[in-house]
């Protein structure tokens, strides 16, 4: 077999019209979410040592931290890291645990260091949640909890997100996105 022909034609390899809107309708109560999902927010990798991690961060790729604060409720100690001019961009979330109890502590005794979560920016928590739900999708809480800078967050089950501990993040209504 040469090369050229193990490659699929192009238009093998793109939906067609009738394709695209069956997997519309097929998708019920989330074909219109894309309203509401307006970004990539930030990736969280958990890490054993947060001052240690921004400094590598820091020192290979001259990262800079946005923002920094330690939840409580959360159980995490929490940098968000960036080029300095990420404006709205995504950005990296280090979690480092505040107690042997956390999450993140949890996760870094099964796993080790590494991504721990992909975030996804939404403009309203409830609704992306109430559409989720209603398509049988598995959030984490009954109810939106305080995230960081005051944001409110839920989180999709890894078991249906493919794998993935999927955050949904509404940034708080004074807090800019460009400063996550």
Avoid: C
């Avoid at 409720?73 to 956390?102: F, N």
């Avoid at 949640?129 to 209603?134: I, Q």
């Avoid at 249906?160 to 800019?176: C, K, N, R, T």
């Amino acid at each position: 077999m040469t090369p050229s022909s193990s490659v699929p034609p192009v238009e093998s390899a793109v939906a067609s019209d009738s394709e695209t809107a069956a997997a519309v309708g097929s998708a019920g109560a989330t074909a219109l979410i894309s309203d509401l999902v307006v970004a990539i927010d930030h990736v969280g990798i958990a890490v054993p040592d947060l001052d240690a991690a921004k400094q590598w961060y820091a020192d290979h790729l001259g990262f800079v931290t946005l923002h920094q604060e330690k939840n409580e409720e959360q159980g995490v100690e929490e940098a968000m890291i960036g080029p300095a001019d990420s404006g709205t961009g995504a950005v990296i979330q280090l979690l480092a645990p505040a107690s042997e109890s956390s999450t993140i502590a949890k996760f870094l005794d099964r796993n080790g260091p590494g991504l721990q979560q992909l975030a996804v920016r939404v403009t309203d928590v409830d609704e992306v949640v109430s559409r989720l739900t209603s398509a049988g999708v598995r959030v984490l809480y009954p109810e939106a909890r305080r995230g960081t800078a005051d944001s409110r967050i839920n989180f999709v089950h890894p078991k249906d997100a493919g794998g993935v501990l999927l955050e949904l993040v509404e940034p708080a209504a004074d807090h800019s996105a460009s400063t996550h």
